[in-house]
């Protein structure tokens, strides 16, 4: 519209124009010339001008209808091609997070898996009452007298009062002992702790305690007082238990007194 106006305001200028400079030319060259006079020169120019404006403004209104015509779109024409995609845009927010759906059937119970480690021991529980005791038995012997023991030799036992049960239980034995080196060489004593039941004899003697060595040094008179402990699991019967002792390479030793306990429970 704007280069439309423009087109417009040039051609009435181009007109004005055209129309003043013949109106000069008339009034100059035709005295000039010996022709008519300016006023009758300027008439006719005027007449002459006003024809010219009456086409100019006849060719406008033309220009603008055929300037209207053309403003009409035409038809549409074919669709072209599509255009490559454009990226991708950006995730949208998370919507609101939906109502719990209801909880389905328990399914099958599946293969039971390994066992685990052992967890650390608990706390040690309160302590039970304690019961009525069992049924006990005691005997006890103890020996002052001087017993060579070069060779292997019983130092002190039961045989006389042997340790008596009707029950069967736990016999448990305890011996103290000095012995003595009447040389002046170094000496290795040995003791242990035996049990026999007598009521079958058959059997013999078995060890209930470890035979221990304890060594004597090179003088004469010296002593040392040991103690030997041992315990074994029995039936009823009647029992022997004795200490036997002995010198390591036999050579010559001797066990001076000796204290002997031993006791049953059931």
Known sequence: MARIAKSRHSRHL????????????????????????????????????????????????????????????????????????????????????GPKGATGSIGPMGAQGATGPDGPAGATGPAGATGPAGPTASRSVSSAGTTDISSGATVIDLSSNPLETTFAGRLLASATVQVRNPDAAAREARCKLQLENTLDPGAGASDISETYAFDLPAQAGFDATVTVTGAASKPAGTYNVSLVCSEAAGESLSAERANLQAWAAG
Do not use: H, M, W
């Open 14 to 97: 181009t007109i004005f124009l055209g129309l003043a400079l013949i109106a000069l030319l008339c009034g100059v060259v035709s005295p000039a010339l010996g022709g008519p006079t300016t006023s009758a020169v300027t008439g006719n120019a005027l007449k002459t001008a006003k024809r010219a404006l009456g086409v100019a403004k006849r060719a406008d209104r033309r220009s603008k209808l055929a300037l209207k015509r053309a403003a009409v779109p035409g038809p549409r024409g074919p669709e072209g091609p599509s255009g490559p995609r454009g990226a991708e845009g950006f995730d949208g927010d998370d919507g609101a997070r």
